[in-house]
């Protein structure tokens, strides 16, 4: 079973920068991965995607254009850049392998929080 881990959060001021890490102890070359976040009382929500080969990649409208989804199959890593970080988008982060009707593959990780400071 592969297990994922999550790293590079942390506490940033709105408008500040992260980087976001999701390491794969198997490979993951042919699944469709996603970044998803859980704020408190909130349920876990899919923010972004990308297929294995990244043809195709697609954004929750609320971080579109802000957010950057990639991945590096021969490390079976996936990133998530996050620019121009907002108060709203604290959370912990975490990723999976997107599976059919909204499930997913994996066990969860840890996930990382992310704070950001208004």
């Known amino acids: 079973q592969v297990q994922l881990v999550e790293s590079g959060g942390g506490l940033v001021q709105a408008g500040g920068s992260l980087r976001l890490s999701c390491a794969a102890s198997g490979s993951i070359f042919m699944r469709t991965m996603g970044w998803y976040r859980q704020a408190p009382g909130k349920q876990r929500d899919l923010v972004a995607r990308?297929?294995?080969?990244?043809?195709?990649?697609t954004y929750a409208d609320s971080v579109k254009g802000r957010f950057t989804i990639s991945r590096d199959n021969a490390k079976n890593t996936v990133y998530l850049k996050m620019n121009s970080l907002k108060p709203e988008d604290t959370a912990v982060y975490y990723c999976?392998?997107?599976?059919?009707?909204?499930?997913?593959?994996?066990?969860w990780g840890q996930g990382t929080q992310v704070t950001v400071s208004s």
């Open positions: 999976n392998a997107a599976g059919a009707a909204g499930s997913v593959r994996y066990p």
């Open positions: 990308i297929t294995s080969a990244g043809g195709s990649i």
